[in-house]
């Protein structure tokens, strides 16, 4: 069956270090995309990308970067990780259409001490 | 501003009928999604509406009003499986979808 995975599923850092969170796809979909999730929050996006070598910034992208060398992949890199990205990062692809539903993985919680 | 407003908290009894309401206001208007957000899971999808008008889906169904900027999601026969977040997403002119914080429903037995 397809799916979407992330890993790791937690990760503890400290402020400074760089961190890298993977997402991987098997549904053989052309958008991906990464939010994080904060408490009284909606579901925010970082960045998004619609196919291979395609990236774009979100709502809340400073202080992060993605990269796409092929479908299935779009890791999320935290360049120098802080406090204030304490949060659950979800990763999520669809279909090329804008209407289809977007299929999520299971989260990343991230602690910055 | 783009803004996504529903409920914070709802509670309900098992067995009873829910309506979970949303409104907005976004830049554009491309369809709006609902999504069922077990704690500690991901989101997962429940319906989208693009044209006015109700559409039912088993126990759930979603209305939306494009006129009044209004969605609501409707739980029937309740259980208690369905304690969870509700979101409410709506996709703008850009593609994007802009949520909403979500509403916790709790169910009683």
């Known amino acids: 069956d397809a799916e979407i995975t992330q890993s790791p599923r937690h990760k503890i850092t400290e402020t400074g270090r760089q961190v890298t969170l993977a997402c991987h796809q098997t549904?053989?979909?052309?958008?991906m995309f990464w939010y994080r999730q904060d408490l009284g929050h909606g579901l925010r996006l970082i960045h998004y990308?619609?196919?291979?070598?395609?990236?774009n910034k979100g709502e809340v992208s400073d202080g992060y970067s993605v990269s796409r060398s092929n479908t299935e992949d779009l890791p999320l890199t935290l360049e120098s990780a802080a406090s204030s990205q304490t949060s659950v990062y979800f990763c999520?692809?669809?279909?090329?259409?804008?209407?289809?539903?977007?299929?999520f993985g299971p989260g990343t919680r991230l602690t910055v001490l | 501003g783009q803004n996504i407003d529903q409920p914070t908290e709802m509670t309900a009894t098992e067995g009873a009928i829910v309506q979970i309401n949303c409104t907005y206001q976004?830049?554009?208007?491309?369809?709006l999604f609902w999504y069922q957000q077990h704690a500690g899971e991901a989101p997962t999808f429940l319906s989208y509406?693009?044209l006015d008008g109700l559409e039912e889906k088993g126990r759930f169904s979603s209305f939306l009003s494009r006129s009044k900027g209004y969605s609501y999601l409707l739980l029937k026969e309740l259980q208690m499986k369905d304690s969870a977040s509700y979101l409410c997403?709506?996709?703008?002119?850009?593609?994007?979808?802009?949520w909403g914080a979500g509403t916790k429903l709790i169910i009683k037995p």
């Open positions: 999520a692809s669809s279909e090329r259409e804008s209407y289809n539903e977007q299929f």
């Open positions: 549904w053989n979909h052309n958008n």
């Open positions: 990308s619609y196919g291979v070598q395609d990236t």
């Open positions: 976004t830049s554009g208007f491309n369809g």
């Open positions: 509406n693009v």
């Open positions: 997403a709506v996709m703008d002119s850009n593609y994007q979808l802009i």
